[in-house]
């Protein structure tokens, strides 16, 4: 049921009724032998890497602080190792390929890598403490990544999350001729821009520079050129050499920049939204049962069925009979 993408199947009776009762067991499974588990890891790794990151040459630590540090790399240690377990039952319940296929299984395997990376070059490697940082500025990252996937197992968060990831869906196409939008008119600046080598400008201390039209944000020009059209689009308007060189073709470049990308396409972008709020949110109470399968179906090794149901043949689904004129209220 998990890849049916026909949400119209969610609504019949028999679906409802069964997702329902096997929901109730697998919840109450998923929950206390791997939610539980992941809460600790992460709040133990959030603390650690907020916290105690820190160079020992830089931060003087108290022998007690020295002991909660290492009592902490030891509790994430153990809870990386249950969680490699379970990640090895999971390839082992299925073919190598579906498995790094999974975006999920690849968001666990790098996030386990990373921490206990960053644990082990905190205590015995050269790297500087800098690297260190960023490394854990990437595996907390993650780590919070993870916590949406959790959110699925939730009634009451489960639907939004279906409604984050569907509008996601959309706007793949809204993405590729936005950033063709955005391609655009930076490399119209970019060449611009190579006119300003002998356009020199105070720049407020008595020293004079050129005065580029792409700001450096990340070092190379072409990069910066797409940065700044992004930047424009979210209304950051950096006009302040445009009347130093070429200013007619560089105000009627911003005059159509604003208003394709900033007013044209965005509100496009709103507009796509509000469509998949307007579908999810009609079929919302599909999109919870659809999450449910969803679950199901990747812990499914959580439960033997034969134990949980084995004395248990049918299932039954009562409904109330509407006369003629009756509301469906009870």
Same mark, same amino acid.
């Given at each position: 049921m998990s890849e049916i993408d026909n949400d119209t199947f969610f609504t019949k009776p028999a679906v409802m009724a069964l997702v329902q009762v096997? /929901?109730?067991?697998y919840y109450a499974k998923i929950y206390d032998r791997l939610f539980k588990p992941f809460c600790v890891y992460f709040?133990?790794?959030?603390? +650690? #890497?907020s916290f105690f990151l820190h160079d020992r040459s830089e931060k003087e630590v108290t022998t007690l602080e020295h002991l909660l540090i290492? %009592?902490?790399?030891?509790? *994430?240690?153990?809870c990386i190792i249950g969680f490699l377990g379970i990640e090895l039952i999971q390839l082992n319940n299925g073919s190598f390929c579906e +498995?790094?296929? $999974? #975006? /999920?299984? =690849?968001t666990d395997v790098c996030s386990m890598i990373l921490n206990a990376t960053i644990i082990f070059l905190s205590n015995y490697g050269s790297v500087d403490f800098k690297t260190i940082r960023l490394i854990a500025s990437?595996? *907390?990252?993650? *780590? /919070?990544?993870?916590m949406f996937f959790w959110m699925r197992l939730f009634e009451s968060t489960s639907g939004f999350i279906r409604m984050l990831t569907e509008t996601l869906l959309d706007i793949k196409v809204?993405?590729?001729?936005?950033?063709?939008?955005? #391609?655009?008119?930076?490399n119209t600046t970019l060449i611009l821009n190579q006119n300003r080598y002998d356009v020199m400008v105070d720049d407020g201390s008595g020293e004079y520079e050129p005065a580029w039209l792409v700001g450096g944000h990340f070092g190379p020009a072409y990069v910066d050129a797409v940065v700044d059209q992004y =930047?424009?689009?979210? %209304?950051?308007?950096? @006009?302040?050499? +445009?009347?130093?060189? $070429?200013?007619?073709?560089? /105000?009627?470049?911003?005059? @159509?920049? !604003?208003?394709? !990308?900033? *007013?044209t396409f965005?509100?496009?972008?709103?507009?796509?939204? %509000? $469509? !998949?709020?307007a579908r999810v949110s009609e079929g919302m109470e599909q999109a919870t049962i659809k999450e449910q399968v969803q679950m199901m179906n990747e812990h499914a090794w959580v439960l033997d069925l034969d134990e949980s149901f084995g004395d248990q043949r049918y299932i039954f689904s009562v409904e109330k009979q509407l006369g003629e004129g009756e509301s469906g209220a009870w």
């Open positions: 096997l /929901w109730r067991v709040f133990l790794v959030v603390i +650690y #890497f290492i %009592g902490i790399q030891i509790s *994430i240690l153990v +498995y790094i296929s $999974d #975006f /999920w299984n =690849m990437i595996a *907390i990252f993650i *780590i /919070w990544l993870k809204f993405m590729i001729m936005l950033m063709l939008c955005l #391609f655009m008119f930076g =930047m424009l689009g979210l %209304g950051e308007f950096q @006009m302040d050499y +445009y009347n130093d060189g $070429d200013s007619y073709i560089l /105000w009627i470049l911003f005059i @159509m920049s !604003t208003f394709i !990308t900033q *007013i965005f509100n496009m972008l709103i507009a796509i939204m %509000g $469509d !998949t709020f």
